[in-house]
């Protein structure tokens, strides 16, 4: 896992299309239980180099019912966006992910990690990826069904502050999906 992760933090593949220097954010270890797939770090987190270190990932740790301290704990949250460095502003947010990235480790890293039991698929790209002809007409949709899912997946929507209009929208994300993410999360 050491060297893995050493040849992922010294990835360039994308370089020509990012608009800084890449800088590729993830935490994983073979230890880890749970597994997160995000979209890719904005720019709080490129700077930062922590994932999840900004306010998604504070609504996400209150999702999860879990602290910083076990949130950052490798040995039980491995942190796998689906593209690892920041792609740059688009015109309504960040762009999209890379699409080098997930073909190029996530199979090597989800190797790595035998003892993963739950996968948190948070948004469109990972949700595509991961549940392919499963996957619904939308996230939402996957995320109304997500016991179709269980109990190897859980898809999420991203918990950007952005989406405060879709759990307006969506009040049973917090009264039927959260409640069993955090069950789910606890017994893990």
Known sequence: MNRLLQDIAACIVCQAH??????PVLQASP???ILIIGQA???KVHQSGIPW??????ELRRWLGVSSD???????????????????KGTSGDLP?????????HEKLLTAMPHIQLTILIGMYAQNRYLGKESMANVTENVRNFRKYMPRYMPLVHPSPRNKIWHKKNPWFETEVLPELR???QML
């Open 183 to 185: 069950k789910t999360v």
């Open 97 to 105: 992910p890379r699409p080098e990235c997930a073909p190029l480790w």
């Open 31 to 33: 230890q880890a239980r």
């Open 53 to 58: 270190q900004d306010q998604s990932g504070n």
């Open 70 to 88: 076990q949130f950052y704990d490798s040995s039980l949250f491995a942190l796998v966006p689906m593209g690892f460095c920041y792609p740059g």
């Open 18 to 23: 990012l608009p800084h220097t890449p800088r």
């Open 41 to 43: 770090p904005g720019a």
